[in-house]
C-alpha cells in the first residue's frame, strides 16, 4: 500500500502544472480571483514537492525554485487587491478594487506565454522522475519533519512574534496544511479537523500580514485624521488575529511528531490513496 502512496504522491506532483494551466486559461471576468487561485496552486505544489524523498533532493529543489518565481511573479497583483480589499472594508474610499482587477487583468496578459512555457518546462522535468527504489515511507519522514518544524516555531508566542518570524511560520502552516489534506484519504475522520484547524491557522496568520500591508500602505500616505482611526483600527485587528492565531496553535501541534507520524503511517498502510482538491 506505501508503494501505491509513494506513485499517488509522483503522479499528484506531475499533475500540477495542467491544473495550473487550467485556472490561467479560464474564461472569466474575475482576473484577481484567478490569480489567487494560481498562486494557491503554486503553494499546494511546494508543500507536495517538500514531501519528496532525499534521492530526488536536487531535482526537487530545482522544480520548487521554479514554483516560487511563479508564485512570486503574480505577487504584486495579489497584494493590490489585499490592499483594495482592506481598505475598502474599513472605509469604501481609500481604495478600489476595480483598479486592482484592471492590474491584474494586465499582468495575466504580460505574463501569461511566459509563465506557460515555464509550466511546460516543470512539467518536462518531472516526467524523468523515478521511485522504483522507494516504497512510500519517506512520506511520513518528511511530513513529520514538516510538522515539526512548524511546532517548534509555536515556541515563540504568537502574539508577539515579529513580523518576519510570523511569515516563516505561515509558510509552514501553509504547507502542513496542504500536506494533511493530501494525506486525509488514509485518515479522513481524525485528519479532517486538522486539516480545518491548519486552514484558520492559515488564514488567521495571513489576516494579520494583509492588515499590516494596509497599514503600511496608509502610512506611506500623507497622514489625516481618517487614516489615523483607520490605522488603530488596523492595530486592534491585528492583535485580536495574532490572539486567535495563538489559541489554534495550541490545537494543531498538540501531538509530538513521531506519534503524529507513527499514526499517519500506520492509517497510510490500511487505506488506499485518491485524488484531492487543492483550490
Given amino acids: 500500500m506505501m508503494r501505491r502512496w509513494a506513485r499517488h504522491w509522483l503522479r499528484s506532483c506531475r499533475e500540477m502544472p495542467a491544473r495550473a494551466l487550467a485556472v490561467l486559461d479560464r474564461d472569466d471576468r474575475d482576473p484577481a480571483g484567478r490569480i489567487h487561485e494560481f498562486r494557491r496552486l503554486m503553494k499546494a505544489w511546494r508543500a507536495l514537492l517538500k514531501l519528496a524523498p532525499a534521492g530526488l533532493a536536487e ?6 525554485w521554479g514554483v516560487a518565481r511563479l508564485r512570486r511573479g503574480f505577487g504584486m497583483a495579489r497584494d493590490a487587491v489585499v490592499i483594495a480589499k482592506v481598505l475598502g472594508t474599513l472605509g469604501p474610499d481609500h481604495a478600489s478594487r476595480d483598479d486592482a482587477q484592471a492590474a491584474a487583468e494586465a499582468l495575466l496578459r504580460e505574463q501569461g506565454d511566459a509563465v506557460r ?97 494596509a497599514r503600511a500602505y496608509l502610512a506611506e500616505r500623507p497622514p489625516t485624521e481618517d487614516g489615523e482611526r483607520l490605522a488603530d483600527e488596523i ?45
Avoid at 59 to 64: D, G, N, P
Avoid at 123 to 145: N, Q
Avoid at 167 to 175: C, E, I, K, L, N
Avoid at 250 to 265: E, G, H, I
Fill in 59 to 64: 531535482e526537487e529543489q530545482a522544480v520548487r
Fill in 235 to 279: 492595530s486592534r485587528r491585528i492583535a485580536r488575529q495574532r490572539r486567535k492565531a495563538a489559541k489554534l496553535a495550541r490545537r494543531l501541534f498538540d501531538r509530538r511528531p513521531k506519534r503524529v507520524s507513527a499514526r499517519l503511517r500506520e492509517a497510510m498502510g490500511l487505506h488506499s490513496p485518491r485524488r484531492v482538491s487543492f483550490a
Fill in 117 to 213: 512555457a515555464e509550466l511546460r518546462r516543470l512539467s518536462d522535468a518531472m516526467a524523468r522522475w523515478s521511485l522504483s527504489d522507494e516504497t512510500g515511507g519517506f512520506l511520513t519522514r518528511t511530513f513529520r519533519d514538516s510538522y515539526r518544524r512548524a511546532r517548534r516555531r509555536t515556541r515563540r508566542d504568537p502574539r508577539r512574534m515579529n513580523l518576519k518570524c510570523l511569515h516563516g511560520w505561515r509558510t509552514m502552516v501553509v504547507d502542513l496544511g496542504y500536506q494533511l489534506r493530501f494525506f486525509q484519504p488514509a485518515d479522513p475522520v481524525r485528519l479532517r479537523p486538522q486539516v480545518e484547524r491548519a486552514e484558520r491557522l492559515r488564514s488567521r496568520l495571513g489576516n494579520v500580514i494583509d492588515l499590516d500591508m
